[in-house]
């Protein structure tokens, strides 16, 4: 009965490796987010998709490229990763933003990336 | 670009004590503001959000946040605070014109004993 999962919750790879973080929501969301949270617990906001559409892309490497098969998935993959990809990523998600710019996120989990 | 401030790092109280967490924000537009609780290991919790109408806001577990428009903040509180509350806490805004939520840097809530 999870709203928001993801998998893995641990990922352990070495630099230059490439790889990818699942996320699925069943809250009926439209609208889903990735978010990295640094070792000093700093969160800042990567991508955001509105029905399979992307709404938010900061800048982030190119290497991380975000993929939504349907409102309900998006994941995130990561190609030839670096030291500084270590991090815990969230996956979020809410009601269609559109003009109701008051929706509530809620959040996944967290995968705990370590990059060796 | 909105933009959210909270000043503590850290934040100590013990048990029974009232508690306040900091948040500031600067906005162009009326904001909406959010605050969420973090546990060790944990995702984001929702905790509550102001929109409009009345500038005290209660949420979940007890906690209430106070809008104050004159002086951009919008601080998180509860009258007596339990162990249990310990965990980090993020203050968030968005615009009421564009999608794009900011997250302060968080403040580390412990209660002692």
């Known amino acids: 009965d999870t709203a928001v999962s993801q998998t893995p919750k641990y990922l352990v790879t070495q630099m230059g490796n490439d790889k990818s973080i699942k996320c699925e929501q069943n809250l009926g969301h439209d609208t889903m987010y990735w978010y990295k949270q640094d070792s000093k617990k700093f969160l800042k906001i990567m991508f955001s998709?509105?029905?399979?559409?992307?709404?938010i892309n900061e800048t982030v490497p190119n290497r991380f490229s975000p993929k939504s098969p349907d409102k309900a998935h998006l994941n995130l993959h990561i190609n030839s990763l670096e030291l500084g990809d270590s991090a815990v990523y969230f996956c979020?998600?809410?009601?269609?933003?559109?003009?109701?710019?008051?929706?509530?996120?809620?959040f996944g989990p967290g995968t705990r990336l370590l990059v060796l | 670009a909105q933009s959210v401030a909270q000043p503590e790092d850290q934040v100590n109280v013990a048990e029974g004590n009232p508690l306040t967490v900091k948040c500031t924000y600067s906005?162009?537009?009326?904001?909406?503001l959010f605050w969420y609780v973090q546990y060790p290991n944990r995702g984001l919790q929702f905790l509550l959000k102001?929109?409009?109408?009345?500038?005290l806001v209660k949420g979940s577990y007890g906690f209430e946040a106070e809008f104050n428009k004159s002086q951009t903040s919008f601080h998180l509180k509860k009258p007596s605070a339990l162990v249990s509350d310990s965990a980090l806490y993020f203050c968030a805004v968005r615009a009421n014109n564009n999608n794009d939520m900011r997250f302060g840097a968080g403040t580390r809530l412990t209660v002692k004993p």
């Open positions: 998709y509105n029905n399979k559409e992307l709404i």
């Open positions: 102001y929109i409009t109408g009345d500038n």
């Open positions: 906005v162009s537009g009326n904001p909406y």
């Open positions: 979020a998600s809410s009601h269609a933003v559109g003009t109701r710019f008051q929706e509530t996120q809620y």
